[in-house]
């Protein structure tokens, strides 16, 4: 379990508002939640509303970037003169170039937030989940599961599903193997060789590539990687003692091995 649901409130958004409708609505929002005098630029809760808003701007992880979506630090200024609303700047401001990408930002925050609701953890971290998510919900990383998922406990000790969630900064791996190094980061990258963008763990600053995650450490006894055209992309693993295979997997995030490495794993009965 991450945390638990402390205060939410759901957006009144449509997927064609216009950025007239859209500024004092994110305002009530940020008002409504206490955070609104927090948002200035720079500040790291303007980032995180940012980043929450567009659920961490996947879209700006591709390398090379592509055309017409804005990198994130481009995307606090248009979110901060919302809440402003400083509408003359966001139509007539310095980057009249950037309209696409501004444009993209909204229609992303647009399409993520329809029917939604933000939430805030009682720990202070921020997501977007569904609208029904209320105070009291709790937050978990399901194995298995690619998002966090928002679950309501019953009073038979079992657990409602609400949803699946963003929860900004648990979307890489944290709750289960730590925050990543701040100088890498997760990116999709393309390889002229197949024409495809493949996921890789990048170095800020040298932009040298590996695809395996830093904090899993050494393979358990018996595992190693097995060769294969496509090698350089994708694991494929391979257990010499009983000829198991993984692929596209981890022997390093079983149950067996994630409880070796001290992590709280629990169990949750759905209804």
């Known amino acids: 379990m991450i945390s638990s649901i402390d205060r939410t409130a759901a957006f009144n958004l449509t997927h064609d508002m216009s950025t007239g409708q859209l500024a004092p609505e994110l305002t ?3 008002v409504q939640m206490n955070f609104y005098r927090e948002c200035v630029l720079g500040s790291d809760t303007l980032r995180m509303f ?3 808003l567009v659920a961490g701007y996947p879209a700006s992880r591709f390398v090379p970037s592509q055309d017409g ?3 994130i630090r481009f995307c606090e ?4 003169e919302a809440l402003y609303h400083n509408t003359e700047a966001l139509k007539n401001g310095l980057n009249m170039d950037r309209a696409r990408e501004r444009a993209s930002f909204f229609s992303d925050l647009c399409a993520n937030c329809a029917g ?3 939430f805030i953890t009682k720990e202070g971290r921020m997501g977007l989940a569904p609208r029904a998510t209320c105070k009291g919900d709790v937050m978990v990383v399901l194995l298995g599961c690619s998002s966090p998922i928002v679950l309501r406990p019953t009073d038979s000790g079992q657990y409602l599903v609400v949803g699946e969630a963003y929860c900004d900064g648990y979307m890489d791996g944290e709750a289960l193997l ?3 190094d701040q100088t890498l980061y997760i990116a999709s990258k393309f390889d002229e060789g197949t024409g495809k963008f493949w996921w890789t763990y990048l170095e800020h600053e040298t932009e040298r590539c590996t695809i395996d995650d830093p904090r899993l450490g050494e393979l358990p006894p018996g595992w190693k990687k097995k060769s294969y055209e496509e090698d350089q992309f994708w694991n494929w693993f391979v257990n010499s003692s009983n000829g198991e295979e993984i692929k596209g997997g981890d022997p390093r995030l079983s149950v067996e091995a994630l409880l070796e490495r001290g992590v709280d794993l629990r169990n949750f009965e759905l209804v």
Request: glycine share 6%; charged share 20%.
């Open 77 to 80: 200024e248009i979110l901060h």
């Open 28 to 30: 009530r929002i940020a």
């Open 50 to 52: 940012c980043r929450t």
């Open 116 to 118: 939604a609701a933000l």
């Open 178 to 180: 730590g925050p990543l």
């Open 69 to 71: 979506v804005p990198d």
